[in-house]
């Protein structure tokens, strides 16, 4: 799964308490906007909303933390891909600091799975409207900073607060700058900058200061220079380095009035593939589990339906579509629910360190088997401690080694899977044996090798049922040109000496 837009925002307790009211309004303006139907309710389920898309709501809870609703669009796939956009509410029970004023986040997440990992992904996903349709609905907060979907002016008064928000540590997303030249006109400036800025709404905060005010900035930024520019201020500021200074890349005004479309992709492609990268806020950790969970116990239970009401039909000798003629209460009326699976592949996109290029043939093996559902948990269980050590190789907070060693000292704080269960290598004889070597060959990007190919010998058990075995095979690029790790496989155990 590759995410390629993801926002994340803040929002006081005033209008946390409206948030799942706000995520189900906005989610349905945006499917109507989109052109789809809108005949979902707020409860958990599966709806159809026309043109082939399916829409899944979801409900978690993690008792004494917070409370989560998300709405996720599955789009029928294009050209061999299946395109999701996810809206997520999650309400706090209690602020970790009672300095900060999120009480509750939306996330916004655009992403794109290739169909049996041949679709090719087209990475020049635009911002959905649905970012603006929220932020235009809520008083949206990133730490100390406010998102907002046209710039904010700014006059001298305004500065300190300014400084104090382009310094502060819950900071999480760059703020950006623009400072006209001396005696310029505002309105042209406000005019350019918005249009560089258009694809940027809740990822970036915006600010527009008139002269005077820039001239107040400069004075007191005493190494920060930005004068007919704009500016990307990275969070953790530090206004009285002049190393610090260099971080925070500006851009000079004549490039606005110039070159605007190089401007958009300069400022756009860095910052929003920076963003979908970025870790969640530490209250968010759990989210992904928690509906994860909660769809999978939705599924079960509407499994079970199913086959409650196929054994009710049986009995009665009605052939019939089970909750689709109106007289069954199922709540898979609108849409049959995913195998264990289709729910582990849909969740792909909730580990941004990751590429995973798995084709689907296997796992549908898997999904056949009587162990699906466990498989399927502990395959997810192995991608969050992979998406983990990921994500503290690029830190630089794990140095101790590959992913075997990072499972084998928990002193890291991440997320670990049983080391017991993880093989770094193959055996000699399997990899010597061009046959069961072919068999290891999954996909990779071309950065890594140019045939698009390359061994996985790294793998993890995900389950120990007779010849199936199943494997998730993986390959580490954490110090490679894609910094990520790579998984090629998930499925039943591939042949080896005892089996060839």
């Given at each position: ?53 399916v ?22 796939p ?11 509410f ?28 041949v ?15 929220v ?34 540590p ?89 070159e ?29 589990d ?16 199913r ?11 009605i ?51 009587k ?34 060693r ?77 910094g ?16 060839s």
């Amino acid at each position: 799964m590759w995410v390629g837009y993801r926002s994340v925002f803040g929002v006081d307790w005033k209008e946390a308490a409206h948030g799942p009211q706000i995520a189900a309004d906005r989610m349905g303006a945006w499917l109507r906007a989109e052109g789809f139907e809108e005949p979902f309710q707020s409860e958990p389920g599966r709806y159809k909303v026309g043109n082939g898309a399916v829409l899944t709501a979801t409900e978690g809870v993690a008792p004494g933390r917070f409370k989560a609703v998300r709405y996720r669009l599955k789009e029928a796939p294009r050209a061999g891909v299946h395109w999701y956009t996810s809206l997520t509410f999650v309400s706090l029970s209690r602020r970790p600091d009672k300095e900060l004023k999120e009480s509750g986040y939306f996330l916004i997440e655009v992403s794109a799975r290739a169909e049996d990992g041949v679709g090719v992904i087209d990475e020049r996903v635009r911002t959905p409207d649905l970012t603006g349709l929220v932020l235009d609905a809520v008083t949206a907060f990133d730490g100390p900073a406010r998102l907002t979907t046209s710039p904010q002016l700014l006059g001298v008064r305004d500065i300190d607060e300014l400084i104090t928000v382009l310094c502060d540590p819950g900071r999480r997303l760059p703020a950006i700058v623009a400072v006209p030249g001396e005696g310029d006109d505002l309105e042209p400036w406000r005019v350019r900058f918005a249009e560089a800025t258009r694809y940027l709404p809740g990822i970036a905060s915006l600010y527009l200061l008139d002269d005077e005010a820039g001239r107040k900035l400069n004075g007191d930024f005493e190494y920060h220079w930005t004068m007919a520019a704009l500016r990307t201020f990275r969070p953790g500021v530090d206004p009285a380095s002049r190393e610090d200074a260099e971080r925070h890349r500006v851009l000079k005004g004549e490039r606005l009035e110039h070159e605007m479309d190089a401007v958009q992709a300069i400022l756009t492609h860095r910052i929003r593939a920076e963003a979908a990268a970025a870790p969640l806020p530490p209250p968010l950790g759990e989210v992904a589990d928690v509906l994860y969970q909660a769809g999978e116990e939705q599924r079960a239970e509407a499994a079970r339906q199913r086959r409650y009401y196929a054994e009710i039909d049986a009995e009665l000798g009605i052939g019939r579509e089970p909750g689709l003629d109106g007289e069954h209460p199922c709540p898979e009326a609108a849409e049959a629910e995913p195998s264990p699976f289709d729910l582990l592949a849909d969740s792909f996109g909730d580990y941004p360190n990751l590429l995973i290029t798995a084709d689907s043939g296997p796992m549908g093996v898997l999904d056949r088997h009587k162990d699906a559902a466990t498989f399927a948990v502990k395959a997810r269980e192995a991608l969050a401690a992979l998406d983990s050590y990921a994500a503290q190789r690029r830190s630089g907070a794990w140095e101790g080694g590959g992913f075997r060693r990072y499972c084998e000292d928990s002193r890291h704080g991440g997320r670990i899977y049983p080391a017991t269960q993880v093989a770094s290598l193959e055996s000699d004889t399997v990899r010597q044996d061009p046959r069961l070597a072919e068999q290891r060959r999954f996909r990779v990007p071309k950065a890594i090798d140019s045939s698009g190919y390359a061994e996985f010998w790294a793998h993890v058990k995900i389950g120990n049922s007779g010849q199936t075995a199943p494997r998730l095979h993986y390959y580490d690029d954490t110090s490679g040109p894609t910094g990520a790790v790579i998984v090629g496989y998930i499925g039943p155990h591939l042949r080896n000496t005892r089996s060839s």
